[in-house]
């Protein structure tokens, strides 16, 4: 049940590009928006429920299984597919984002990196060769190697030592990667500087890894910024390989960074989105507690075809969000991920036809154009 990659088109007047992955029989085109499901669920919602808003690829968060329940748990009952119930494709992360957000320099060693359990207080050294440990136990099937992803901003001799030390770990993990039925990413870091983003993606290519992520993006930085890391790193990846741009969700993000060549995209917020009762529509985003949806009687968006817009009004799930209902959370969540679900649908489209520039256009002037909140 290896995955495995297709390219099929790169657009005549941009890098966009749709390709095709196959697994256990069944194939997902990309451009894709994967749903995140840190601890081995996407939150409020069943595994059947994110299949019926036509997501493929789901992500889990290794660090965080490590702590809860624990590698060998879900090992011994399977597998993360069997765990959690889902038979399409599943990525782990390394725990390189929580080098950013838990991590403080001090416990970034060469070894690894150092965390104190939440839970317990317990002492832990997360290392390259542990990180791969712990995701070939949880058994999903695109493994990330273990990277040093850096906040912004940041200094160039910082960012030029993390890459350093991130192709280091990335050697080390692909040294103890053991290739059952599962494949293995390396990262491109390097921080918002071009010279530092080429070399890490040409050191990784040498490696042969069987994709390609980029990390380091929403970490703080603007747009603009972001939008050029894509581009320092996505020219010196192979064609035929995945691309894969770590932790961007927002739709504009989407749009703009598959023009810059990048296949696939995760995201917590959708769903973060959801719990605090805001909604993605075609013409912007929208916060149903606004007083304006208490007697609104429509869908959230009229052209969705998603469970929540066919069956619900703004109306009903603006009172369950007031009210604290999880329902609430719940509709809002399965919406937003069609929604992305839908917009990548609409892209891949575009690129079929030679047309993601005036798809571009055409989403900024409605999504940006005011008719909503």
């Known amino acids: 049940m290896t995955v495995e990659f297709k390219l099929l088109k790169t657009e005549a007047n941009t890098k966009a590009r749709l390709g095709k992955i196959m697994y256990n029989g069944k194939s997902y085109e990309t451009p894709m928006f994967m749903p995140v499901g840190t601890q081995a669920t996407v939150k409020t919602l069943s595994p059947e429920e994110i299949k019926e808003t036509k997501s493929g690829i789901v992500l889990a968060n290794t660090y965080h299984l490590w702590l809860r329940p624990g590698e060998e748990i879900i090992k011994s009952a399977g597998g993360l597919h069997k765990f959690m119930n889902y038979d399409g494709p599943i990525l782990t992360d390394s725990g390189g984002f929580q080098v950013f957000s838990l991590a403080r320099p001090k416990d ?166 959801a719990r605090h009762g805001h909604a993605y529509t075609k013409y912007g985003k929208i916060n149903i507690k606004n007083n304006k949806y208490k007697t609104d009687f429509t869908p959230i968006e009229e052209s969705c075809d998603c469970y929540a817009c066919q069956n619900y009004t703004k109306a009903y799930i603006s009172h369950l969000i007031r009210t604290e209902e999880t329902f609430g959370a719940r509709l809002l969540s399965i919406h937003n991920i069609r929604y992305l679900v839908r917009l990548m649908e609409g892209i891949r489209e575009a690129i079929k036809n030679d047309n993601i520039l005036s798809f571009r256009e055409d989403f900024i002037k409605n999504y940006y154009g005011g008719k909503n909140d």
């Open 108 to 273: 970034i060693t060469e070894s690894g990196v150092h965390f104190k359990n939440q839970y317990n207080g317990d002492a832990l050294l997360l290392t390259p060769e542990k990180s791969i440990q712990i995701q070939e136990d949880l058994g999903s099937d695109i493994l990330m190697s273990f990277d040093e992803c850096v906040g912004l901003p940041a200094p160039y001799e910082y960012c030029a030592r993390s890459v350093e030390r991130t192709l280091r770990w990335a050697k080390r993990g692909k040294d103890v990667f053991h290739h059952n039925n599962q494949i293995l990413f390396g990262i491109v870091q390097g921080g918002p500087y071009e010279d530092l983003r080429r070399h890490c993606a040409e050191e990784l290519v040498k490696m042969d890894f069987d994709g390609y992520s980029i990390g380091g993006t929403s970490v703080g930085e603007d747009k603009e910024t972001q939008y050029k890391m894509v581009e320092y790193s996505t020219p010196y990846l192979p064609e035929d390989k995945l691309r894969y741009l770590m932790g961007v969700g927002d739709p504009i993000d989407l749009v703009e960074n598959v023009i810059r060549g990048v296949d696939i995209f995760d995201c917590v917020s959708p769903t973060r989105l």
